[in-house]
T-cell receptor, first 113, second 109 residues
Framework: EPEVTQTPSHQVTQMGQEVILRCVPI?????FYWYRQILGQKVEFLVS????????KSEIFDDQFSVERPDGSNFTLKIRSTKLEDSAMYFC???????????FGQGTRLTVV | GESVGLHLPTLSVQEGDNSIINCAYS??????FIWYKQESGKGPQFIID?????DKRQGQRVTVLLNKTVKHLSLQIAATQPGDSAVYFC????????FGKGTRLHILP
């Protein structure tokens, strides 16, 4: 069964460093998303991406964040200068359209120290 | 503000019994809802969805009910098993998915 894959599964970084979280969406999907989940809290929307541009972003997705689809298979989230409060699980999701089910990856646990 | 939410943070159910997890939403224009299951350390897993033109939808051991009058939906799990232990989120989708806070389901032996 096709699935969304994310790498790495766990990333530890020092405050102020840049990190890139990687995702390979399901191959025929066109809509891509990043979410984050701080430990014990709900899953929060960060950004949606379609047709090589951002469709929508939340207040969390400030200038420190960027997304890119550098080739036909990868979808990345970059945090330019990490802060302690960026520590969370980051989930990538993809879907064929905006109005049916979306599938999530297993997440990358980001720990900023 | 948040448009979907769950009534209870934790639900404990005897193994073999039926589980009912409730959710309320505030946006009467919402027309597509999804239930996700999240096991510890994993991503949200799609369980079942329902559109606003339906009142009920059934899957394997799961049923979702939608009451548009009171803006309420529920997830029913029949014959709850240990593998059902997880956090369950109701979510609304209009392109992006808006998650509620989640209910943790505990299965008692």
């Amino acid at each position: 069964e096709p699935e969304v894959t994310q790498t790495p599964s766990h990333q530890v970084t020092q405050m102020g460093q840049e990190v890139i979280l990687r995702c390979v969406p399901i191959s025929n999907h066109l809509y891509f998303y990043w979410y984050r989940q701080i430990l014990g809290q709900k899953v929060e929307f960060l950004v949606s991406f379609y047709n090589n541009e951002i469709s929508e972003k939340s207040e969390i997705f400030d200038d420190q964040f960027s997304v890119e689809r550098p080739d036909g298979s990868n979808f990345t989230l970059k945090i330019r200068s990490t802060k302690l409060e960026d520590s969370a699980m980051y989930f990538c999701a993809s879907g064929t359209d905006p109005y049916t089910e979306a599938f999530f990856g297993q997440g990358t646990r980001l720990t900023v120290v | 503000g948040e448009s979907v939410g769950l009534h209870l943070p934790t639900l404990s159910v005897q193994e073999g019994d039926n589980s009912i997890i409730n959710c309320a939403y505030s946006n009467s224009a919402s027309d597509y809802f999804i239930w996700y299951k999240q096991e510890s350390g994993k991503g949200p897993q799609f369980i079942i969805d329902i559109r606003s033109n339906m009142d009920k939808r059934q899957g394997q051991r799961v049923t979702v009910l939608l009451n548009k009058t009171v803006k309420h939906l529920s997830l029913q799990i029949a014959a709850t098993q240990p593998g059902d232990s997880a956090v369950y989120f109701c979510a609304e989708r209009d392109d992006k998915i808006i998650f509620g806070k989640g209910t943790r389901l505990h299965i008692l032996p």
